[in-house]
């Protein structure tokens, strides 16, 4: 594996568009309301769950990617080449990033 490749899926540990509930064909406006709802939602002073600091940060991270039009983009161009490189193990990371918390939350 590369740096490069090394690099990138260390930044693709969490799929953004996941952490915020939304597609990846999301508005700004999609995005700015979905960082309010989730931060509220997950953020320690409210919520008390031994994960909720660990999903606030996940909230942030993907806010600070997906608002900025140039991270965004490079995150996009990532994750398109990644489910080129291998797309069944890029499903099964969207499917557990996605469904996972749903579980948890007893949906």
Do not use: C
């Not at 740096?3 to 260390?10: D, V």
């Not at 799929?15 to 509930?21: D, Q, V």
């Not at 909720?52 to 490079?74: G, H, I, M, N, T």
């Amino acid at each position: 594996m590369t740096e490069r490749q090394t690099e990138y899926k260390a930044e693709q540990k969490s799929e953004h568009y996941a952490a915020l509930g939304l597609h990846s064909d999301a508005s700004l406006a999609d995005i700015k309301k979905a960082f309010r709802q989730k931060a509220s939602q997950f953020h320690p002073d409210r919520n008390s769950a031994p994960d909720a600091p660990a999903r606030f940060r996940e909230v942030q991270e993907a806010y600070d990617v997906l608002s900025d039009p140039a991270k965004r983009q490079a995150y996009d161009d990532n994750r398109r080449r990644n489910l080129l490189d291998d797309p069944a193990q890029t499903a099964r990371e969207l499917w557990t990033a996605y469904f996972a918390p749903l579980r948890a939350q007893g949906h």
